[in-house]
């Protein structure tokens, strides 16, 4: 969800209300900009929840190390 105006106008033509659209970024940069920007921001997301260390892996990691 942009803060485009005509980004509302386009969601009724195809039926979703803006309470239906699960990403509200905020972004008027431009449509093209801010779409790169999330793909970005969507990836690191991604990144950061499958390849994240648990807190208990940190810690069987300090003592094999020690």
Request: glycine content about 6%.
């Amino acid at each position: 969800m942009s803060r485009e105006k005509a980004m509302i106008l386009a969601l009724s033509r195809v039926g979703i209300t803006p309470s239906q659209v699960p990403l509200h970024a905020h972004m008027a940069v431009g449509e093209g900009t801010g779409a790169l920007l999330m793909v970005q921001m969507l990836q690191a997301t991604y990144h950061a929840c499958m390849h994240m260390a648990s807190l208990d892996d940190m810690m069987a990691m300090d003592t094999i190390v020690k």
